[in-house]
């Protein structure tokens, strides 16, 4: 009965369990499917909230993204028009500097046919066309950095202000209807306050050193010799140092390597010429005016013989030579040297203890013995050719503020002497003047206008990825590269430092500048620069407004204010723009400044810079002319440091993705698209190093996304791939 038993509930217990197993196995199923749903959700959704390019990218419509996006939408895009994009020359002296440039790609079509003439020409066409366009629409950077100054002058209306002095001198300055009405009378009265003028027949017999004294102190002008401040190459300190050379001589000279003597025989006609002009324009009479200019263009020519070329002190060991103002007095007596120094540094004290550098002290010699034999020998004759010499220096130093009859005679003979250049526009003359006087205060105004919170986070990002690609260079010395990622470490990177309004009220407040006197407003400007020139001796140096690169100050990497200026760059514009313009040129600029000689301790500059330009050549020539031509070092250089730029700053703008994923759009396009298009568009960039680029850096795009996922899309031209995807740089 017991075994009966078990055997009834045998089959019982299995037909029970059927079930169970069926639901169990169906469980299963349906949770790895779940579970695959969930691991591809999560990819996906991954992707889309790292690109967020697909429903959080607005457009940006802000009035500068506006004309950003009028220069975009004429610019060729790397990816939509690949084939040729990066084929266009860039319009600037150097265009022809590759002899690569211009050249089409060689590519069948699918009929095995090459490219039909008609094709080449309308390729051309339209390559013609962008060449126009970026000649318009992006000048180099100082000029950017100039139409930005204009802008802030032109588009302010507080004429109350502190900022509303520089506003009425640029004003004063564009006025030249009130200028040419003055004629040269406004120079004439400043001559009767220095004591007149033997040429015009009324002259106090003023005292050499008290003239110059005051030309030097009150009107920046230099006859005898040129004083500036600056630090000595010398020492590793920046210590500033009075430092003083020849002057800039009116009268042009050519140098004799024979007689070691600059000669100037074959511009005295020329010069003798524009001074007759100048003393006609300042109302010498005749008899006068032959005297006094022939007088004047014997003393010139007498004092520029011991003129000598940088490159002939250089190599003779004239610069820097270190005396004290007690020493120079003894060789060159005729200067009072402390009472001319103390006049141009006024109020610092100088004594003769002060230590100052020489350029060409056999000059400065030459100049004391030449004027002493002048005096000497003419003020016994009722002549003072060293007056008049005094004079027309400052005339010349006073010229922007004369009226148009003085600056063509100037320009005249500058053509004379062969020298053909075009003017320069009004806006742009008076846009430097007003910042030789009032640099402090347009670097305060167009900080304000770049935004410094946004300058700033580009400045930390971009010097952050900078220091992580250094980080990832290959050193041949591992010390060295220990002591130079130690120095980058050490440095610190920030925005041009805000100038105190304190200070800018002090150094602005006693000048007085009305709109209708440029010549006054233009005295005023001179004084303000010598103030410039008291700072420099007394403080550290420190970039001014027209500084368009970084500049290493102590401890820290200053990033000038002049830098962060439209079309480069804008608070409002999408981050892509400013990092894909402004941060690769920020990378170049850093490269260049702390890595000049990075070449020695890596192959990396040589090996990239040659593997790039093969990829270059394979592309536009062929594969079978890789050794066609072979680059320079130092153009392999210039290629790494370009290549190397763009990957920087790529970089920085993925890390500050990762901090704000947010980031609006312009005419469609965003994030790395963006970046792209807004590199290739500056790329032509001339600054510093334009000759030594034999390709338009836009090519670069070309080999980065052969390799990188943060490409749009790949890059093909008729259905092959630009660049092979397995061998990068």
Known sequence: ???????????????ASEPKRVVWGKRVKVAVVLLGFFIFSTIIGVRLLSLKQWNTSTECHSPACLRAAGRLLTAADPFSSPCDYFLFTCGSPGAARGRQRGKGISRHSNSGEGESLQGRRARGTKTERMNDTLDESLPDRQTLLLQSIRETLETSEALDSLEGKALRFYRSCMDTDTIESQGPEPFLKLVQQLGGWPALGEWNETDLNSTLALLMGQYGTFPFFSVYVGRDPNQKNDTPYIQIDQPD????????????????????RAFLSSSNQFLTLLGVPFPSREMHKSLYTALASELATKSSPLHHRHQANMLYQRVTIRELQTLAP??????CLEATFHPLPISESHTVLMHNLPYIVHMSQTISKWLLRNKMMGRDPIQTYMILSLLYT??????SRFRETQRSFSVALGNVEEEEPRWK???KKTEEGFDRLLS???????APIEAEALVANLYSSFQKKLSDLTWRDKEFRNSVLKRVKSLTPQFMPVTDTDRLTQLYSEVVISEDSYFSNYLQSLLLQRQRRTQLYSQSLQPDIMSISPVLSGNDIIFPSGMFVPPLFHPTYPRALNYGA????????LLHLLLPDFHTQSSSPESVGACVWSKYISLTEGRGRVGAFVLSLHQKLEVWVQYTALQVALRAYQNSLQHNDSDSALTGLFHTHLFFASFTQISCDPYPYPQLMTFEPSFLVSVICATSDLCPSRMTCQGTPLLASVDGC
Request: hydrophobic share 40%; net charge negative.
């Open 334 to 339: 005729v200067i009072d040297w402390l009472g």
């Open 398 to 403: 006073l010229l922007p503020a004369l009226d």
């Open 1 to 15: 009965m017991q075994n009966m038993t078990i055997e009834d509930g045998g089959p019982t217990a299995i037909q």
């Open 582 to 589: 402004l941060g690769f040129m920020m990378a170049k600029d």
């Open 444 to 450: 305060h105004m167009v900080r304000d206008r770049s």
């Open 249 to 268: 001589f009116q009268i042009p000279t050519q140098w004799d390597d024979q007689s070691q003597t600059s000669k100037t025989q074959f511009s005295v």
């Open 429 to 431: 003359h008076c846009v």
